[in-house]
């Protein structure tokens, strides 16, 4: 068996991994959002389901990863490697972008206000997840 092949399973499972932890963790917020909205009789922002889903795009850069690593004829640990750490940064970049998207929502629950400006930090937090795997695809050759 070629220890390299394990690479790709590694990217596409950590970023998923991460996806499914940011997602939890922003949709329990937008819930709650909801709930606060609901109790004091105040609409509930349909925007904020926007900011549950956004950790979900990691799970495809794992994806697009995972397919350079099966393309690649790099050596066999840099396979490796690039599948377990960059599905790690991948999915950590998901986990923390949840994070921030739970803040989201409770403050566009609260204010009605800023979803532009909560919608850019999320994407700064994203941009971190297409970096590691533009740069990776570039140590692949």
Known sequence: ???GQLGFSAAI???AIGSALGTGIAGMATIGAWKKCFAQNKPAPFLAVA???APLTQTIYGLILMNAIIASSAASMTRLGVGIFGGAAIGFSALLQGKAAASASDALGETGKGFVNYLMVIGIIETVALFVMVF???TLG
């Open 1 to 3: 068996m070629d220890i």
């Open 13 to 15: 499972s950590l970023a």
């Open 51 to 53: 900011f549950s889903g």
């Open 136 to 138: 990776l695809m570039g």
